[in-house]
């Protein structure tokens, strides 16, 4: 079954002192791109998460963020004085306030609160796992059910492939019969004496260039193999891009051998039902 790069997954833990949120949003990219938000407290833990998110989602541009709310009297920051009254000192020389004006300048500025770097206390940083499987868990159902989707347009668009093509193979022996008669009609218009088993040679030469036997197969071929892949249990969004692009090549090679108005119109309507196949093919996993 196959899934879609797009999903969202969330999930927060509460803590005795803190509240730890979780959040991964997800889109189509070729590769895995993982953009993190994480507070420099939990920097150290950064590259396994990563690779918690890589081993799960794969593939997609992924905005990974851990947000913490402070609910209790736990906090790691603190007002760093001797900065802040050395910034009150500078700004009294420029302008002139009182010190609780200067406070409301000075602590905007740089440098004005430090943090104690500790270690990360194990039973929170288990808690974080925890919730980044909830939230991962989350995110991958929601690839799937969007997946699902995907996969019902995909089918419904192989079906009128396949219909089309149909049209093709119905339609082919009518199509030779009129370029015949179109070069035979050509020729009589010249009013000059032929061989006739010279001309009966270089008519049935001149057809099998324009004769499609082999593309309408591989084309039912492709469609077929296309669908078994997308009912496979892995999804594979690359694989099923590669055989787009030969089914494409197929029905272009169909188009420019056709030589006959109403079979070129049955092409225009595969390939429009092809790019829209491609259009969905880039958001999937």
Do not use: C
Request: charged letters at 35%; zero cysteines; glycine letters at 4%.
């Amino acid at each position: 079954m196959i899934q879609s790069m797009t999903g969202f997954g969330k999930h927060v833990v509460q803590l005795p002192s803190k509240k730890i949120t979780i959040e991964l949003k997800s889109l189509n990219s070729k590769n895995l791109d993982i953009n993190a938000r994480i507070p420099q407290f939990y920097r150290e833990k950064e590259l396994e998460l990563r690779k918690m998110i890589a081993d799960v989602l794969v593939r997609g541009k992924v905005d990974f963020g851990l947000y913490v709310e402070i609910t209790g009297e736990e906090t790691s920051a603190e007002v760093n004085q001797g900065v802040v009254k050395k910034y009150m000192q500078q700004l009294a020389d420029i302008v002139k306030g009182d010190d609780l004006k200067l406070l409301e300048l000075a602590i905007r500025l740089p440098d004005t609160m430090k943090s104690e770097k500790g270690d990360i206390d194990e039973a929170e940083y288990e808690a974080i796992k925890s919730a980044m499987k909830e939230a991962l868990s989350e995110i991958a159902k929601f690839r799937s059910e969007e997946g699902l989707v995907l996969e019902k347009d995909f089918i419904g668009r192989l079906e009128t492939l396949n219909s089309l093509l149909d049209k093709v193979k119905m339609m082919d022996p009518e199509r030779l019969d009129t370029v015949r008669e179109r070069l035979e009609k050509a020729v009589a218009d010249l009013k000059v004496d032929l061989d006739e088993n010279r001309f009966e040679q270089e008519l049935i030469y001149y057809l099998e260039k324009y004769d499609i036997t082999e593309e309408k197969v591989r084309l039912a071929n492709h469609l077929d193999y296309f669908e078994s892949t997308l009912r496979s249990n892995d999804s594979n969004g690359k694989k099923l891009g590669f055989i787009a692009q030969e089914i494409g090549r197929e029905i272009n090679t169909i188009g420019s051998k056709a030589n006959y108005a109403p079979m070129q119109q049955l092409v225009v309507q595969m390939k429009d039902e092809l790019e829209k196949i491609k259009e969905q093919m880039l958001n999937v996993l």
